[in-house]
C-alpha cells in the first residue's frame, strides 16, 4: 500500500515556465513533509520542507504548498530552467519514526 | 568534508549468488540508513541503524537480507542469495545525533539481478 502517491511520473517544461510536482498522503500522523532533487547518477539531496502547521513555504525559485484538509502538498518550480531537470520525490516522516515514506517520483525535463 | 560513498556503483549478479554492498557514512554521523527503489517505483525504507545498533528494520524484505554496522562505523547490506526481485537501486544515507529531519545520501548501488 502506498502512502504517499506522487503525480506526474513525468513533466516536460518550457525553460521560463513553472513545473507542478503533486503528491497526497493517507496517514494524518505525518509531520513532516520534504521534497528531494535527484540528478542521475547522484543520490536524491533535500531541496525543501514544510510542517502541517503552514500553508506554504518558499525558498528561492521553489515552493511548497500545503493543503492539510485535502492531504495534499506540491512542489512549484518558477521560472524552470534546464538545470532543474532531474527526478524529484516528495516524502513524509512521522512523529520520532526516523523512516521516510516517499513516492514514486516524478522525472521533470525542462525544454530549452 | 567528504559526503556518503558507496561500493560498487553497479553490481550484476546471477540468480543465488551472494552480494554484499557497502556504506560508509559523513564522518561522525551515527544515524545510518539504508533504501531500496526498485524500477520506477518508489524508494522504499529498509533500516535504521544507531551508530551499531539496528534501531528500526522493519523494512527489510525477508532473511535474505543481512545488515551490519560494526563499530558503529560503515555499514553493510548482504543479500544471499539473491533472486530475481532484488534487483533495484540501493541507497544509503547518513546524518547527525539526534537530527531527525537530517539524511544526506549516497550515490546508490544499482543492483542486477539475472
Known amino acids: 500500500q502506498q502512502q504517499v502517491k506522487q503525480s506526474p511520473q513525468s513533466l516536460i517544461v518550457q525553460k521560463g515556465g513553472i513545473s507542478i510536482i503533486n503528491c497526497a498522503y493517507e496517514?494524518?500522523?505525518?509531520?513532516?513533509f520534504p521534497w528531494y532533487q535527484q540528478f542521475p547518477g547522484k543520490g536524491p539531496a533535500l531541496l525543501i520542507a514544510?510542517?502541517?502547521d503552514v500553508s506554504e513555504k518558499k525558498e528561492g525559485r521553489f515552493t511548497i504548498s500545503f493543503n492539510k484538509s485535502a492531504k495534499q502538498f506540491s512542489l512549484h518550480i518558477m521560472d524552470s530552467q534546464p538545470g532543474d531537470s532531474a527526478t524529484y520525490f516528495c516524502a513524509a516522516r512521522s512523529g520520532s519514526n526516523y523512516q521516510l515514506i516517499w513516492g514514486a517520483g516524478t522525472k521533470l525535463i525542462i525544454k530549452p | 568534508e567528504a559526503g556518503v560513498t558507496q561500493f560498487p556503483s553497479h553490481s550484476v549478479i546471477e540468480k543465488g549468488q551472494t552480494v554484499t554492498l557497502r556504506c560508509d557514512p559523513i564522518s561522525g554521523h551515527d544515524n545510518l540508513y539504508w533504501y531500496r527503489r526498485v524500477m520506477g517505483k518508489e524508494i522504499k525504507f529498509l533500516l535504521h541503524?544507531?551508530?551499531?545498533?539496528?534501531?528500526?528494520e522493519s523494512g527489510m524484505p525477508n532473511n535474505r537480507f543481512l545488515a551490519e554496522r560494526t563499530g558503529g562505523t560503515y555499514s553493510t547490506l548482504k543479500v544471499q542469495p539473491a533472486e530475481l526481485e532484488d534487483s533495484g537501486v540501493y541507497f544509503c544515507?547518513?546524518?547527525?545525533?539526534?537530527?531527525?529531519?537530517?539524511?544526506?545520501f549516497g550515490p546508490g548501488t544499482r543492483l542486477t539481478v539475472l
Open positions: 544515507a547518513s546524518g547527525g545525533s539526534g537530527k531527525i529531519n537530517e539524511q544526506f
Open positions: 541503524f544507531v551508530k551499531e545498533s539496528k534501531q528500526d
Open positions: 514544510i510542517r502541517p
Open positions: 496517514n494524518t500522523a505525518f509531520d513532516y
